[in-house]
């Protein structure tokens, strides 16, 4: 079985400043992992994906992750918040290439 | 294009009410996935349903949720005799044949008073 740990409920930000967002995971095989935003009463939106190849992946709205499986991680990061990036983030991890399972999620809000 | 579209939107009924949530997935999108969204559970997985082949229904948490998919395209999620345990938001999401990259509606707001 897999699942996501996500370090921090709540994270808040000076507007330019680095978003830092940790997710953890544990799978018995290669996982595929994923980083999805949600914005408030909508759903999911992808981020940013790491399937197979390439261990820095870039996603929209500026955001990136970097697959590390020396340490099981898939932390997400932005460089400059802005304030459109006041969100709920959920890291998830695959296995079997369609069930996700989820980290509890980080909220993210940016300090003007 | 369209996007994955849910109805209702928000949905209040009693307790021991059956209720059906409808979800269109993305057209030409194979595979259907529901999950359910509660602060005390978190994201979880419910049921998946890929082409015509038999569904995953491991998430399912009891036998008063039951989901089908008519004519490999709408889906409708179904809870009879519905509990106050039972509100949450429910997601649905499609996938293309490729599966690995979800696409989710914006979901139904259930409330079970």
């Known amino acids: 079985a897999q699942s996501v740990t996500q370090l921090g409920s709540h994270v808040s930000v000076s507007e330019g400043a680095l978003v830092l967002l940790r997710c953890n995971y544990s799978s018995s095989v290669p996982p595929y992992l994923f980083w999805y935003v949600q914005y408030p009463n909508q759903g999911l939106q992808l981020l940013l994906k790491?399937?197979?190849?390439?261990?820095l992946v870039k996603g929209i709205n500026g955001f990136e992750a970097e697959f590390k499986k020396s340490e099981t991680s898939f932390h997400l990061t932005k460089p400059s918040a802005h304030m459109s990036d006041a969100a709920e983030y959920f890291c998830a991890v695959s296995v079997d290439d369609y069930k996700l399972s989820f980290g509890a999620g980080t909220t993210v809000t940016v300090r003007a | 294009g369209a996007g994955v579209s849910q109805s209702p939107s928000n949905k209040v009924t009693e307790k021991g009410k059956d209720v059906e949530l409808r979800c269109d997935p993305i057209s030409g999108h194979t595979a259907l996935y529901w999950y359910r969204q509660s602060l005390g559970q978190g994201l979880e997985f419910l049921i998946y349903?890929?082409?015509?082949?038999?569904?995953?229904k491991s998430g399912l948490p009891s036998d008063r949720f039951s989901a089908e998919r008519t004519g490999g395209s709408v889906s409708t999620l179904t809870i009879q005799r519905t509990q106050q345990e039972d509100s949450a938001v429910y997601l649905c999401a499609s996938s293309p044949p490729s599966r690995n990259t979800q696409y989710f509606g914006p979901g139904t707001r259930l409330t079970v008073l």
């Open positions: 790491y399937t197979t190849g390439a261990t």
């Open positions: 349903f890929q082409g015509n082949s038999a569904p995953d």
